[in-house]
Protein backbone atom coordinates (compact mmCIF):
# COMPACT_ATOMS: atom_id res chain seq x y z
CA UNK A 1 0.00 0.00 0.00
CA UNK A 2 1.36 3.54 -1.06
CA UNK A 3 1.36 5.66 2.20
CA UNK A 4 2.41 9.57 2.67
CA UNK A 5 3.56 11.03 5.72
CA UNK A 6 3.70 14.81 5.90
CA UNK A 7 2.54 17.95 8.52
CA UNK A 8 -0.01 20.00 7.63
CA UNK A 9 -2.16 22.76 9.04
CA UNK A 10 -5.70 22.33 9.85
CA UNK A 11 -8.25 25.41 7.84
CA UNK A 12 -11.59 26.13 8.09
CA UNK A 13 -13.82 26.67 4.90
CA UNK A 14 -16.72 28.72 5.95
CA UNK A 15 -19.53 29.03 4.38
CA UNK A 16 -23.81 27.66 5.48
CA UNK A 17 -21.82 25.07 7.30
CA UNK A 18 -18.06 24.84 8.48
CA UNK A 19 -15.45 21.68 6.80
CA UNK A 20 -12.37 21.40 8.27
CA UNK A 21 -9.59 20.36 6.07
CA UNK A 22 -5.86 19.74 5.75
CA UNK A 23 -3.78 19.99 2.46
CA UNK A 24 -1.67 17.30 0.94
CA UNK A 25 1.64 18.27 0.26
CA UNK A 26 2.37 19.66 -3.50
CA UNK A 27 4.78 16.66 -4.05
CA UNK A 28 2.76 14.12 -2.57
CA UNK A 29 -0.26 15.63 -4.51
CA UNK A 30 1.11 15.42 -8.18
CA UNK A 31 2.32 11.78 -6.78
CA UNK A 32 -1.39 10.62 -5.98
CA UNK A 33 -2.91 12.40 -8.95
CA UNK A 34 -0.31 10.34 -10.91
CA UNK A 35 -0.65 7.06 -9.37
CA UNK A 36 -4.62 7.19 -9.02
CA UNK A 37 -6.09 7.85 -12.81
CA UNK A 38 -7.54 4.84 -13.38
CA UNK A 39 -8.86 4.85 -10.01
CA UNK A 40 -10.59 8.28 -8.84
CA UNK A 41 -14.18 8.53 -7.63
CA UNK A 42 -16.45 11.51 -7.87
CA UNK A 43 -15.42 14.63 -7.96
CA UNK A 44 -11.66 13.04 -8.86
CA UNK A 45 -11.51 12.19 -5.27
CA UNK A 46 -9.06 9.25 -3.65
CA UNK A 47 -10.28 6.91 -1.04
CA UNK A 48 -7.59 6.87 1.47
CA UNK A 49 -6.65 5.34 5.15
CA UNK A 50 -5.38 7.99 7.29
CA UNK A 51 -3.82 8.22 10.99
CA UNK A 52 -3.66 11.36 12.97
CA UNK A 53 -1.96 10.42 17.07
CA UNK A 54 -3.83 7.43 18.06
CA UNK A 55 -6.92 7.97 15.32
CA UNK A 56 -7.42 6.31 12.19
CA UNK A 57 -10.43 6.12 9.73
CA UNK A 58 -11.11 5.73 6.14
CA UNK A 59 -12.30 8.60 3.92
CA UNK A 60 -11.15 10.21 0.92
CA UNK A 61 -9.01 12.96 -0.62
CA UNK A 62 -10.28 15.80 -3.06
CA UNK A 63 -8.62 17.85 -5.61
CA UNK A 64 -8.73 21.39 -5.21
CA UNK A 65 -7.98 23.89 -8.34
CA UNK A 66 -7.62 26.66 -5.91
CA UNK A 67 -4.39 25.03 -4.03
CA UNK A 68 -2.98 22.76 -6.26
CA UNK A 69 -3.48 20.15 -4.45
CA UNK A 70 -5.65 17.07 -2.41
CA UNK A 71 -7.49 18.37 0.34
CA UNK A 72 -8.50 15.75 3.26
CA UNK A 73 -11.48 16.53 5.50
CA UNK A 74 -11.52 16.41 9.15
CA UNK A 75 -14.53 15.41 11.02
CA UNK A 76 -15.32 16.83 14.48
CA UNK A 77 -14.60 13.20 16.30
CA UNK A 78 -11.05 13.41 15.17
CA UNK A 79 -10.53 17.40 15.93
CA UNK A 80 -11.78 16.67 19.28
CA UNK A 81 -9.78 13.34 20.11
CA UNK A 82 -6.71 14.88 18.57
CA UNK A 83 -6.85 18.28 20.32
CA UNK A 84 -7.09 19.64 16.61
CA UNK A 85 -8.26 23.52 16.14
CA UNK A 86 -7.84 26.18 13.10
CA UNK A 87 -4.10 26.59 12.64
CA UNK A 88 -2.77 23.61 14.72
CA UNK A 89 -0.52 21.30 12.72
CA UNK A 90 -0.77 17.81 12.28
CA UNK A 91 1.20 14.70 11.90
CA UNK A 92 -0.48 12.76 9.25
CA UNK A 93 -0.01 9.56 7.78
CA UNK A 94 -1.87 8.86 4.38
CA UNK A 95 -2.59 5.64 2.57
CA UNK A 96 -4.16 5.15 -0.51
CA UNK A 97 -6.39 2.32 -0.27
CA UNK A 98 -7.22 1.39 -3.81
CA UNK A 99 -5.08 -0.78 -5.55
CA UNK A 100 -2.62 1.29 -8.05
Keep these: MTHYRF ?6 YGGS ?3 YFLTVPFDQSDEIEELT ?3 RRGFGSVRVRVTIGK ?11 KRKAYILP ?8 EGLDVGSVADVILELVDPV
Design 7 to 12: QAELWE
Design 17 to 19: TSW
Design 37 to 39: SLT
Design 55 to 65: TSWTTSVFPDS
Design 74 to 81: VKKPVRKS
